[in-house]
């Protein structure tokens, strides 16, 4: 092969069983759109492989089968290796091949990405101590029962240690690759790249991650980590001095903040979103109030109906009712 047409940004793909399509997608395509014109569709400038032991298909979560294209080889012949990870019960399941690959790729030099749960493929291999990593705030307590002593990083995109790289998955995995064509090939790939996929800018890595469907909306970036930490301690909320401390503010730059997004302080802010996670679980699960008031960190079960009658005017029980969901089944995550 001429030098001319070796790829400046070369990627090998690894998919867990049930991984994140949109994920691998959006990692892809930025890939894919970084140089080619029109609708060619050519790796000119990057190139990129779906790697594995074998070439039988992998299914994703959501049903549909990528094939791989060749097996796992020599590591070194790629820049990053990208583990597209996906449904937490599956990860169990990876070829111990794969592993070793990435154990090989590390050795070789090669960075190591991990996208949605990858970053829990890549520290069982132990491939993640002494570097920090991003997983979802979905994830962020399964990380850390599995971990003890690692606290990830889940108030933001993606995260860049060195040779490590890791995002929460979905479309930060597009700003990720963005951050890689910009890296290798130019600002003005990547910004094309999103562009063409409608996807307005480019987000620095510091960007917070989107969060539970709430009412508490704000462009304020500090107010938005603030929220998201929150919903990551739900069962141990903290106290407003230690947020500020958690986010390296003062509390009384916190309470600023707060006031002028969302006109309301920490403290109601945190409640609401309490209140609202206290109706997402009486509203999907078969938990019973109190074991809803332990997981959104009230005090005890009348702290729950207080709180919940202040908010909504009605105890937690009439509004399940309400809510036609007085027999359900047993709690499905998907």
């Not at 012949?77 to 091949?97: H, K, N, S, T, W």
């Not at 006109?263 to 209140?275: N, W």
Request: proline share 5%; glycine share 6%; charged share 20%.
């Amino acid at each position: 092969m001429p030098a001319a047409s070796v790829p400046r940004l070369r990627v090998g793909f690894i998919l867990t069983r049930r991984f994140t399509l949109c994920a691998l997608a959006n990692f892809v395509d930025v890939l894919r759109l970084a140089a080619d014109e029109g609708d060619g569709s050519r790796p000119i400038l990057c190139g990129w492989r779906v790697l594995s032991t074998t070439t039988d298909p992998v299914i994703s979560s959501s049903g549909i089968a990528v094939q791989p294209e060749e097996r796992l080889g020599d590591p070194a012949r790629f820049d990053y290796i990208v583990v597209v990870g996906g449904l937490m019960q599956e990860l169990e399941y990876l070829d111990p091949a794969h592993s070793e690959f990435l154990r090989r790729a590390a050795l070789a030099g090669v960075s190591l990405v991990g996208v949605c749960t990858g970053a829990f493929v890549l520290h069982r291999a132990g491939l993640l101590q002494g570097y920090r990593c991003c997983v979802s705030w979905f994830h962020h307590n399964d990380f850390l029962e599995q971990f003890d002593g690692i606290s990830p990083v889940s108030d933001q995109i993606f995260v860049v240690d060195r040779d490590r790289l890791t995002c929460s998955g979905g479309t930060s995995s597009a700003h990720l690759a963005a951050f890689l064509v910009d890296r290798h090939i130019g600002r003005a790939a990547a910004k094309k790249s999103l562009a063409i996929m409608m996807i307005d800018e480019a987000m620095a890595a510091e960007r917070p991650q989107p969060g539970l469907p709430l009412e508490l909306s704000t462009a304020d970036p500090l107010v938005k980590r603030a929220l998201l930490t929150m919903q990551q301690m739900l069962d141990t909320p903290p106290t407003v001095t230690a947020l500020a401390e958690r986010l390296k503010v003062s509390r009384r730059k916190l309470e600023r903040h707060f006031a002028d997004a969302l006109r309301l302080t920490p403290s109601q802010a945190g409640m609401a979103i309490r209140i609202a996670h206290a109706e997402l679980l009486l509203s999907r699960s078969a938990r019973t109030v109190t074991q809803v008031a332990q997981d959104c960190g009230f005090v005890d079960v009348s702290h729950l109906i207080r709180a919940f009658k202040s908010a909504r005017g009605i105890t937690p029980e009439v509004w399940r009712k309400a809510q036609g969901k007085a027999s359900l089944q047993p709690e499905t995550i998907v």
